[in-house]
C-alpha cells in the first residue's frame, strides 16, 4: 500500500513535534509537507527545531530534509498537493483564535482537508469535534458542511481540549450502557506539556501548583455536550447533560492529565462491579476498524490502591489508552473514580492522527 | 511574666521539630522537656536530631542541650512536673494509634494536660477536637471529660487533620454568618511534608503526583462533623451536615495544602460579594484575645486570577492564615473557591499552640 | 535617624521586587521612586505589579502606592532628587547591556548615583565590582571614576554575578590569611529564580536538569580576577590567579545557587582544620561597621555529611550568609567543598543593598 | 533458537524489575526463575509486585505466573538448573555487602553462573568488572576465577558503579586512541532512581538537591582504574591512572545520571575535531558482535549548547548509549564535556544483560 502525504501546520510547536515524532512510521501516513510560522519558512525542519525539539523521541531523517513552508501561504500547500504531497493537513496552528478559524477555511476552501488539533473551530456548529472511541458517527456531518460552505474535497474536522480525554471516554462507556449521567465534578491536575513551550515558568512549578488555567473549565464544561451531541437536521445538537462542575490546576508534571471525577447516575444506578464490567469490554468503531494509533482497550482498569498515576501510566498502549483507578461510592453523588490519559498523544497529536484514520477508513480522506 | 514550661512528645519527629521550632521565642511558653523513642533517649536534644533536622528554622540553643527522654516512661514527665519543668505537653507523637490513645491518657491520668496532634483521640466523646477560630467553645467538654475519668489536672484536646484545616474556617466563618451549607465536594492536593520524613518517596513525586492518601479522605468527610457540632449532654454530638465528599492527592509541593471546594447552600444563598464580605470581617476567639499565634486576618483573599499558590501563600501570617481565591459560581452547586493552609503550623504544630494558648487563656492550663 | 529616600530602577521585575521586599524595613532607607518600563510607568505600584509578584514577602503598603515613573526617563528621577525623594537608585533594569551602560551613566552624570546588579558595567575600569566582605577598599575608585568623568555627586558601584558570591567569600578568606589559591575548579548547580520570571521554561526543569547557562562559565572564571585585584594607578588591576574552570548547570531548585569547588594552594598549603579556622573565625568590614545586611557570620560551616542543602541553608542569617560543607581533601587539587548562597538575596538585590550600606558607611552616599 | 532460561536474584527490588522488563522480549534470554527476600517467596511475582512495580514498562505476562523463590536458599536455584529452567542468574540482590559475596559464591560454587549488578566483588582480585565497550577482555580472567576457586561452570562477573557509565566509555575511547589520560575531574549529578525505592525521600529532592551520596565518590575514583587495568599474573592489574576527582550530587531527576568531566592528557593532546571523530567512529566488541543489547553507536555526540539532558536524552538508542555534549576547552585541564547515560538501563540492569550476552557470544554461558 503506497502512503498517503500529508502534511503539518504547525510543524515546529510541541504539537507539531509531536504529529512528526508519531508519524514517524505511520503505516498509511508519510509526512511529505511541513509549514510553520514565517519565522521558520524556508529552512529544513532539522535546521527549524534545532535546539528547539522537546521530546525523547526524534523524527524521520527525510523530515528533517524537508523545507518549511510559510503556514499562511494556503497556495503552497495546494501546489505540493497537486504534486502529490499532501493530501491533506494536521492543524497544530498556535496563533489568534480567528486567524486559525480563518486559515483552516482557507485549506479547506482551497480543497486541502483540515485535521485540526486548535479550538478554533470546536464551536462551528457544522465542524464534528470527535473523540474516535465517542462520537465517530459525528463525521457524518461532513457532507453537510461541504454543502454548507461549497467546498468540494475540503473538510474540517476537529478534536476536543485534552484534558476532558482523561474521562470522557469512560464516561461514554457508561452512557452507552444505558447509564444516564445527570452530574459530574471534575479536578483536573494537568501536566506542564499542555502549556506548550516555554508555557508555564518553572518558578510557577517547583514547589508549586498553580489552581488555575485560563480557558479550561469553561472548555471543560461545554466540551463534552456536543461530543454527546446528535447531528440533528445539519447541525450538531448538544447534549442536554450531564451538568458540569471543573476545577483545573497546572501541576509540576511533564506529561499526563489526572482528573478527580464524581458522577451523578439517573435512575438506573450501576454498582461498582458493573462499571468495571463496562469499562473493561469496552471496544469502539477504532477497534472494530482497527485502526493503528487505537489502543487495544480504550480503558485500563488499575486496581491498586494508589493508580493511575502520570509518571506510570501516561504511556500505556501507545499513550492512547486512558487509565481509571480508585472506583468507588461518592459520599454525595453515586460514585468516584481517578481517571488519566497523555495530554500530547491521546490528548493532542495521538488523537489527531486517530481521528485522521477513522475519516480514512470511513472514506473521507 | 514568667514563662510556662512546657514538653513536646514526639520532639525528634517532624512535627515536633516544628514544634521546637516554633516555640523558639513563644511568649509564654518555654520548652525545658523533650521525650521521643527509647533510641533517641538519653541523647542531648542537638545530638538525637543531628543529621535529621528538617526544617530552614532552627531551635533554641537551650533546647539543643535538654536531654531527650523517653517518651514511654510518663514517670520522667510527673518528675519534671514537679521540678516545675513541665506543666502540659504537646504530642507529637508517631506510633500506633492504640498506644498514643493509652499513652496520652497516661499522662492526663498523671495530672500532665496533653495538647495532641495526634489522631488517637479525636473520636474519643468527651475531647474536643478545636480549630481555635471555629470551635473554641468545645473547651467546655474538658470538666467532664476530667469527671468522666477522674482526672484532677490532666486533660486530653486534639486538633484535627491537616488538609481540613485549609477550607473549614472559610466554612464555618459563612455557617456562623447564617448561611447553611448542606453539601460539599473537596479536591485537595497535599504537601509531602504532611507524611513525615522520609515520609514519600522522591519516585513518587518526581514528574508525578499520587491520586491517594490513606485514611485521608474519611478524616476529611467525618472530622468537619464533630469540629461543627455542639457540647451536649456531656458528649460533643456531630453536627448532621454538610455531607462532603473528598479526594485527596499527593503533589510535589513541600509544604502547603490546597484543597478545590464547592459547596451547596441552604435556602439562604450569599452573593459572592457577601461571602467576601464574611471573610474580610471574620475575626474569631483567637484574635479577641489576642492569643500570640493567633493570625491578625484568619482568612485572606487573593484577587489575583491564579491564587492562593502554596509557595507564595503558605507562609502568610506566621503561615497560620488560610488564603482563598477563586471565588465563583459553581456549575453544579451554589459556588467554589480555592482555599489553602500551612499544613505543618496552620495545619500541625501552629494549631496545636494556638489551641493550647486558648487553653491558657481560658483558664485549663 | 531620618530615612534616606531612594529609589529602584526595574523595581517591578524579579530582582526589583526582591529589593522592594528588602528594603520593606529598612533602618537606613526608604523607598520612595520606583522606575520600570514605559509598560509600568504611570501605574501605582500595586498594580503594576499585580499578578506578577513572585515572592511569598510582600512590599511596604506606601511603595504599593507610589507611581512608577519611566525608567528611560532620567529627568523625572532628578527631580524627585530635588524634591528630596531620591539620593541615590538602585539599578535592578532588564534591558540591553549597551542600553544599561549608557542610561546608568546618565543617572550618575545628573548627580543619582547608582548602586547598581546589573552586568554591564562589570568591566567598566574605573567602576567598583563590590563583594562588600572581599574588595570593600575599591570604593576607593569612586572618586577617580568621578574625575575621568567630571561627574560631581554621581558615580557607578556594580556587585559581581550571583553564583560566584556561593564560594568567594570562602576563597577570599583563605586567600587573606595568606593561603595563595592558584587554581580552582567550579560545578554549580544554579537555581532557576536566577534567570528571573518567566525565566526558565518547566519542561527544562521538571525531571530534568539544563547543563548550560549562557555566559555563565565566563562570568564565573573572570569576574573574581576583578574583585580580587587592586586599585592602583587610577584603575582597578585584576589579580593574576587563581585560574579558574566552571561549569554552570540549572537545577530545579526554587532560590539558591549551590557550588562544588576544589582549591589548589599555593605553597603553603592549610589543614582543614586550619581551613575550618579560618572560615569560622572571618569577619569583615561589614561585620565591624554592623552593617544592617551585614551576616554575623559571613561564613557558616555545615558539619553533616550532606550539607549544605539549598532549601535548608539559603535563608542562613537573613539570606546573607554563605554555607559551606564537605571540607574534604581533593584527589587532584588540595581540598574540596560545597558552598552555597541564596541567589536572589545575598547574590543580587541583598547584596545591593549591603554595597549602599557599605557606600553610606565611608560617606559616599 | 531455543532461549536459554534465566534467573534473576532480587528479581521484586528497583534493579530486578528493570531486568524483568528488558528482558520482557529478549531474543536470546528468557527468565523462568525468580527469587527475591523470604517475604516474597512462595508468591507470584505479579503477587510479589503488586504496588511496588515502578517502571512504566511492565512484564511479560508468563513472568507474573512464576513463583518466586527465596533467594538464599540456593538449593532452589540448583533444582531449577537441573530442570532446565535456569542457566544462569543475574543479581540484583539487596542485602548487606558480605552477604551478598558469600551468596554469590554459593550461586557459583554450586554450577550456576552469575552476572551480577551488585558492588560485593567488584574489588575481589580475580572478578571481572565489565563495561561491555571498554574491558571485555576482562572475561579471560574467568577460568583463573574458576580454577582458583575449584568451580566447574559456575563464576561471577560484576558490572561497575551507575554514574561512572556515563562518562568512561568516551574516557576510554580516546585512551584507545591513543590519548593518554593523565587527571579527570567529574562532578555528577545523579537521579533518585539511583538509591532505589522508597530510596531518596521527597522532602530532600523537591526545591533541593543534596551534595552527597554515600560512597559514591570513592567509587567514582577507584572502579574506573580496575576496568582500565589488565589481565596480568591471574588477576587484574589496575592501571595506573588517570587520577580522578568526583564529587556526587542528587538531583530531582528521575532516571539519567549527568556528569560535568575535565581531562588532563599526556603529551599527545587531541584536538575536538579529533575528539568528536574518535567519539563518532567509535565501535566496540558489542558492536561488531551485533550483541541485541548493544546501542549501534555507544557515544552519540549532541551539539547543541544545552545538552545532553536527562529527560530528552537518557532513552537514546535502548537507553544504553551515553550522550555527550558540550566539548570544549578547559581552562585548567585540556578539555570540558559533558556525558549523560541511563542509571538503571545502561547503568544497572541493561548494562547487566549487554555482560551477559557478551559472557555468552564468548561461550561462557
Redesign the interface.
Known amino acids: 500500500m503506497q502512503k498517503i502525504p500529508v502534511g503539518v501546520l504547525g510543524a515546529t510547536g510541541m504539537v507539531g513535534q509531536q504529529y512528526i515524532s508519531l508519524l514517524r512510521n505511520h503505516p498509511w501516513f508519510e509526512v511529505t509537507y511541513v509549514a510553520a510560522s514565517p519565522r521558520s519558512a524556508g529552512k529544513s525542519y532539522r535546521d527549524a527545531t534545532?535546539?528547539r525539539?522537546?521530546?525523547?523521541a526524534s523524527y524521520h531523517p527525510a523530515v528533517g530534509d524537508l523545507i518549511v513552508e510559510d503556514a499562511n501561504d494556503v497556495s503552497r500547500a495546494v501546489a505540493a498537493s497537486k504534486a502529490g504531497k499532501c493530501a491533506f493537513v494536521f492543524s497544530a496552528l498556535e496563533m489568534g483564535k480567528d486567524e486559525i478559524k480563518k486559515l483552516e477555511e482557507s485549506y479547506a476552501a482551497a480543497g486541502i482537508p483540515v485535521v485540526s488539533n486548535a479550538s478554533a473551530h470546536r464551536w462551528t456548529a457544522d465542524v464534528p469535534m470527535l473523540i474516535a472511541e465517542v462520537n465517530p458517527h459525528h463525521i457524518d456531518i461532513i457532507p453537510i458542511q461541504r454543502k454548507n460552505r461549497g467546498w468540494d474535497k475540503g473538510f474540517i474536522a476537529v478534536k476536543p481540549n485534552c484534558s476532558i480525554q482523561s474521562y470522557m471516554t469512560p464516561v461514554w462507556a457508561l452512557i452507552q450502557s444505558g447509564y444516564e449521567i445527570r452530574?459530574m465534578?471534575v479536578?483536573t491536575?494537568q501536566a506542564?506539556?499542555g502549556a506548550g513551550?516555554?508555557?508555564?515558568?518553572?518558578?510557577?512549578?517547583?514547589?508549586?501548583?498553580?489552581?488555575?488555567i485560563?480557558g479550561e473549565e469553561e472548555k471543560s464544561?461545554q466540551e463534552p455536550l456536543k461530543i454527546l451531541g446528535e447531528v440533528r437536521g445539519g447541525a450538531i445538537e448538544n447534549a442536554a447533560e450531564p451538568?458540569?462542575?471543573?476545577?483545573c490546576?497546572r501541576?509540576?508534571?511533564?506529561d499526563g492529565h489526572?482528573a478527580?471525577v464524581?458522577l451523578e447516575f439517573g435512575e438506573k444506578k450501576p454498582s461498582i462491579d458493573e462499571i468495571k464490567a463496562v469499562w473493561s469490554a469496552f471496544r469502539a468503531v477504532p477497534q472494530e476498524l482497527e485502526l493503528p494509533m487505537a489502543p487495544a482497550r480504550p480503558i485500563i482498569i488499575r486496581e491498586?490502591?494508589?493508580?493511575?498515576?502520570?509518571?506510570?501510566?501516561?504511556?500505556a498502549d501507545k499513550a492512547m489508552a486512558v487509565s481509571v483507578?480508585?472506583i468507588r461510592p461518592?459520599?454525595?453523588?453515586d460514585i468516584?473514580f481517578?481517571g488519566l490519559s497523555h495530554n500530547t498523544v491521546r490528548g493532542a497529536a495521538g488523537g489527531g492522527i486517530l481521528n485522521a484514520e477513522l475519516l480514512k477508513a470511513k472514506g473521507y480522506l
Not at 243 to 247: C, D, E, P, Q, V
Open positions: 534545532a535546539g525539539w522537546q521530546l525523547a452530574r465534578f479536578t491536575m506542564v506539556s513551550y516555554p508555557g508555564v515558568a518553572s518558578l510557577d512549578v517547583v514547589d508549586n501548583i498553580v489552581p488555575y485560563g464544561e451538568l458540569i462542575s471543573a476545577h490546576n501541576v509540576p508534571v511533564v489526572t478527580c464524581s491498586e490502591a494508589d493508580r493511575p498515576q502520570p509518571r506510570k501510566d501516561r504511556d483507578g480508585r461518592c459520599g454525595i453523588f468516584r481517578v
